[in-house]
């Protein structure tokens, strides 16, 4: 039976993990986040399963495979983390590409709707039996432009969500869905017509800080700005500068740029030593939550079973339909002719 070793593993990986396992692998789990210090743990296992957070760098594919071990299967869609020009030839990279993009598009959605209604304000004051609506006011989203960067499967949902509240949609794709039931328009257009701005492409090189200083100077004043995709997609310093001046009217922010050494950790009984973190938290106009838009019970079942299922078919020496590497996007990978990557 194969070993499979969990990093950043909690309790609810082992119970979803377990439950889809049907004794194919013996699982070990590991509470720390896999990086050079770590990854000696995986000594003896067969396979490394590693989520958003794990540095899946140079330095640790090469121990991966002093360890003999050649596939990493991504519990989560991003891989960003991962150095897949490093791996190529040497380890396997496989993950789940689509388990719920109704969970993250829905969790998006809810962080626009409380931030614009000021729920968490008014959840706070009613238990304090404030009733005063003083500072609650919104906007009906009824009639306002959405603007939404990246129109894959999580950004298409999310925009057929906005459509019904009656939203007006406009999106921003280098590569646009051809029956698309919105426009598309360039990326300074869209800063410089939208009310609301969401996030939905993957953190590339083209994409790392695609909202920064300049493009913030653009966007309307008072513009909401939400991120489920991935915390790099936005400068978060000039995010701050945003929400200051009050150019930003508010974020809704499922990510954040330094996420690594603090989401998925209770440091309830600790200093935040994350300055800008913290001061995003005391913000009136900010929710943060700790990368949580996939966390729904459909989302928990499809990732355990697809990760699961991609490692069956590595190990049976079976076509890798969820194979990754960096020759993907320029269709010169040999997944075509050969079914793997390499
Ligand atoms: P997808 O691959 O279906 O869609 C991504 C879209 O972004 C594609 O249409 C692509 O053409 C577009 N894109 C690529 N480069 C772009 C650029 N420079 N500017 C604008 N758009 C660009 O991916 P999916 O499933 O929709 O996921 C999107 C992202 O959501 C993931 O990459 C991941 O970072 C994030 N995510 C976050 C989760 C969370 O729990 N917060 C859970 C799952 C995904």
Known sequence: MKTIAFYDAKPYDRQYF???????????????????????????????????????????????????IHIVAMRCAGYNNVDIKSAYRRVHVVHVPAYSPYAVAEHTIGLLLALNRKLHRAYNR????????????GM??????????????????????????????????????PDANFAYVSVDELCRI????SL???????????????????MKHGVYLINTSRGSLIDSQALMAGLKSGKIGGAGLDVYEEESDFFYEDFSNRVLQDDRLAALISMPNVILTS??????????????????????????GEPLPNEICYRCANSTCNKTKNMRCF
């Open 18 to 68: 377990n439950a889809a396992n049907d004794d194919r692998f013996h699982f070990r789990f590991f509470e720390s986040k896999l990086n050079a210090d770590t990854v000696a743990l995986a000594d003896g296992a067969d396979a490394v399963c590693a989520f958003v957070n794990d540095d899946i760098s140079e330095k640790v594919l090469d121990k991966l495979v002093d360890l003999g």
């Open 126 to 137: 009613t238990r304090e039996h404030n009733f005063s609506l003083d500072g609650l006011i």
């Open 140 to 177: 009906d989203l009824y009639g306002k432009t959405i603007g939404i960067i990246g129109t894959g499967r999580i950004g298409r949902v999310f925009a057929n969500i906005c459509k019904g509240f009656g939203m007006r949609v406009v999106a921003y794709d280098p590569y646009p869905t």
């Open 194 to 197: 939208s009310d609301v701005i």
């Open 200 to 218: 939905h492409c993957p953190l590339t090189k083209d994409t790392y800080h695609i909202i920064n200083e300049e493009s913030i100077a653009k």
């Open 291 to 316: 990368h949580q838009a996939f966390f729904t019970k459909e989302a928990m079942n499809a990732i355990a079973t697809t990760t699961l299922n991609n490692l069956c078919q590595y190990f049976n």
